[in-house]
């Protein structure tokens, strides 16, 4: 029995002896692969390091747009603000219009209505109105210059009241 113990006792240490053999074998790769390890660690450092910077980078980025846009939406929302008071106070005239419309055209004599004969040397000025109506005539107040040189100049009072009266034709040559 001795001799089987012993047997078994070899057999064991043979056994452990070829273990030993294969862990020295890859300890041995272990320690000529750990430089290689070191150097992807330090690149794996170096990769993290950089990808924080980018990502702080990216924050500051994202932080400053988010503050034009802020400032974009302040100044659209302030033009927003000012285009509705003014399309508000465009209907209001645009009412007003309409209304002024309607009452001159309630008021305007009909065509068809009974007319006084018109003097002779008033004839040519009232064409001349009813020419400008119908957009034939040219506008008042653009007289050519040969009779501009013959005519005085016209006081302030008499070229606001001609604006006013192209004015009034003009409204009214729309109004048809």
């Not at 300890?27 to 750990?34: F, Q």
């Not at 980018?54 to 285009?83: K, M, S």
């Not at 309607?102 to 018109?118: G, I, K, L």
């Not at 009779?147 to 006081?155: G, I, R």
Request: hydrophobic share 45%.
């Amino acid at each position: 029995m001795e001799t089987i113990l012993e047997i078994a006792l070899i057999a064991m240490l043979a056994a452990t002896l070829f273990h030993a053999l294969r862990l020295e074998r890859a300890l041995g790769v272990l320690k000529s692969d750990r430089a290689a390890l070191e150097d992807l660690v330090t690149g794996f450092n170096t990769s993290t390091r950089q990808a924080e910077q980018g990502i702080e980078r990216l924050r500051a980025t994202a932080d400053g747009a988010g503050r034009q846009i802020a400032r974009q939406i302040d100044v659209a929302q302030a033009l927003r603000d000012d285009l509705v008071f003014l399309a508000e106070r465009g209907e209001r005239l645009a009412d007003r219009l309409d209304s002024a419309v309607r009452t001159a055209r309630s008021v305007a004599p009909d065509e068809n209505a009974y007319r006084p004969e018109v003097p002779a040397h008033r004839a040519p000025m009232l064409e001349l109105v009813k020419e400008t109506m119908r957009g034939e005539a040219p506008a008042f107040g653009r007289p050519d210059r040969e009779a501009q040189a013959d005519v005085p100049a016209e006081e302030p009072a008499a070229r606001l009241r001609s604006q006013a009266e192209r004015d009034l034709l003009k409204a009214l040559r729309m109004a048809r």
